[in-house]
């Protein structure tokens, strides 16, 4: 079992930067692929970057590549976000997520673990 527990989240100006963390409990964090997905109001749910268990391969939505960067340290069982260059459409509720290896990265049915979440709100 892990348990997921996000913060960073707040309110910015557009262009500006926040950086998020996920907090996992457990023994087997280094053994999970690590996600993060947001939801807008009156929207599902979407990928927005992964990162595979020894943070040798990282995943992006094309709406944040080049703009966000997800890491993870293993030693303190985090994960984080990076988001810089913030738009009014980055705003959303951000959820960290975890898995086994295997299977489509982007798919957010195939995570098996959820934050409760943070929220970010892009003022333009």
């Known amino acids: 079992q892990v348990q997921l527990v996000e913060s960073g989240g707040g309110l910015v100006q557009a262009g500006g930067s926040l950086r998020l963390s996920c907090a996992a409990s457990g023994r087997t964090f280094s053994y999970y692929l690590m996600g993060w997905f947001r939801q807008a109001p009156g929207k599902e749910r979407e990928f927005v970057a992964a990162?595979?268990?020894?943070?040798?391969?990282?995943y992006y939505a094309d709406s944040v590549r080049g703009r966000f960067s997800i890491s993870r340290d293993n030693a303190k069982n985090t994960v984080f976000l990076q988001m810089n260059s913030l738009k009014p459409e980055d705003t959303a509720v951000y959820y960290c997520?975890?898995?086994?290896?295997?299977?489509?990265?982007?798919?957010?049915?195939?995570?098996?673990?959820w934050g409760q979440g943070t929220r970010v709100t892009v003022s333009s």
């Open positions: 990162i595979t268990p020894t943070a040798g391969v990282t």
């Open positions: 997520a975890g898995r086994l290896p295997g299977g489509a990265t982007t798919d957010r049915n195939r995570y098996n673990y």
